[in-house]
């Protein structure tokens, strides 16, 4: 299970365990740190255990065992409007029959604060998300993308220091998602505010974060920047749920330093980072990039044989489907460079790798 290195965070889950039925857990022993300002991604498969992460830290779920403490305070028992969080949901939440700025002044009446000050705040949220002209519409009047500008901007309103998202852009068109994915990100440099965010799309987790914990059956896998995820996943689910990822199935036969020699389920062998493949005679499983693997060329201790089942033309690369020892869908990437592949439909050629770039994980 992945450690968290730094006990001390704004936000800390120490210990943190959810069941709903006193026997299957869902979260299980969570130990994170989250440091003031950091943007940080919980991303993983429904179901494993992300959300429930983020509803327990908003406190509309309590945690079965364990303690959460925002700002070293305790919050497990101190309900929800009372923790100070701004909350972003993919549904928006907006109350149909209010106004926009009627909307973004409510949490501020909830926390009895002055018709002046309510005001200046609720024009400031609405500038931070340039919609400063809409406080008199309804939410209905809205398109999508506004109306989670809106949302976004309820969150930012009372000053939260803790802004959370859940799911918070999986409703929009893609074109529009990313746009969002880029404000949201700017508004998080510009304001210095702590975002915890929740999402299963693994391109929006890259773009976005200072760090993702990706989850998998209740347990974080791995906690890293978006670039150590990508280029040095510590398990093999890591390396197949973040980016597109080739596997190849074999055997250890040997271990020197951090060079493992596998020998592939047809009698092939080569080599690779030894990097969580266990002992001798473990099974393995090997995994490259698409983008790393190289056409052509001689035979070395970090090749295997392939033949073109598929080329398929997308512009800027050309994506090569292979049949490596067994695996019909084994992609390589190429440039389109040149403005064209000289490969064929049926062609075997050799495919290699650098060590680094080939990792010999569990199976």
């Given at each position: 299970m ?8 704004f ?9 709903y ?5 869902v ?34 779920e ?5 303690n ?6 305790p ?43 309510r ?22 009047q ?8 809106i949302?976004l ?13 859940d ?15 880029y ?47 990508y ?25 020197k330093g951090?060079?493992?020699?596998v020998q ?26 698409p ?11 970090m090749?295997?044989?392939g ?12 994506r ?6 067994g ?33 010999a994980?569990?199976?």
């Open positions: 992945a450690r968290d290195s730094n006990p001390e965070g936000v800390v889950f120490d210990h943190v365990q959810k069941s039925d006193g026997e299957i857990l979260v299980k022993d969570l130990n994170l740190s989250i440091a003031k300002g950091e943007f940080l991604t919980m991303l993983g498969p429904s179901g494993s255990g992300k959300s429930t992460c983020l509803m327990m830290l908003a406190g509309f309590t945690a079965t065992h364990g959460i403490l925002l700002g070293g305070t919050i497990n028992n101190i309900p929800p409007h009372k923790r100070g969080i701004g909350m972003v949901f993919q549904n928006y939440a907006l109350f149909p029959h209010m106004t926009v700025g009627e909307n973004l002044s409510f949490p501020l009446e909830v926390r009895k604060m002055g018709k002046s000050e005001e200046a705040k609720v024009k400031r949220a609405l500038d931070m998300v340039q919609m400063g002209d809409f406080a008199g519409r309804r939410p209905a809205l398109s999508g993308g506004q109306q989670q500008r949302a901007a309820r969150a930012l309103v009372f000053d939260a220091e803790l802004v959370l998202m799911e918070p852009l999986g409703a929009l068109d893609k074109q529009l998602r990313e746009h969002m994915q404000e949201i990100k700017h508004l998080h440099e510009s304001l210095g505010i702590t975002v915890v965010y929740v999402t299963h799309d693994q391109s929006e987790a890259l773009t976005m974060s200072d760090r993702v914990a990706v989850f998998d059956d209740g347990i974080i896998q791995q906690l890293s920047t978006p670039d150590d995820l280029e040095r996943p510590q398990n093999a689910f890591v390396a197949q749920f973040i980016g597109e990822n080739n596997k190849l199935l074999g055997v250890v036969k040997s271990v951090d060079t493992a020699t592939l389920d047809n009698g092939a062998t080569t080599e690779a980072l030894a990097v969580n493949c266990g002992d001798v005679g473990n099974r393995t499983t090997l995994s490259i990039r983008e790393r693997v190289n056409i052509g060329g001689r035979k070395t201790k090749s295997v044989e033949e073109v089942k598929e080329l398929i033309y997308l512009g800027d690369h050309i090569c489907r292979m049949d490596v020892h695996n019909e869908d084994f992609i390589v990437k190429v440039p389109n460079s040149a403005g064209h592949t000289h490969l064929k439909e049926g062609e075997k050629t050799m495919l290699s790798w650098s060590k680094e770039d080939c990792r994980l569990d199976a």
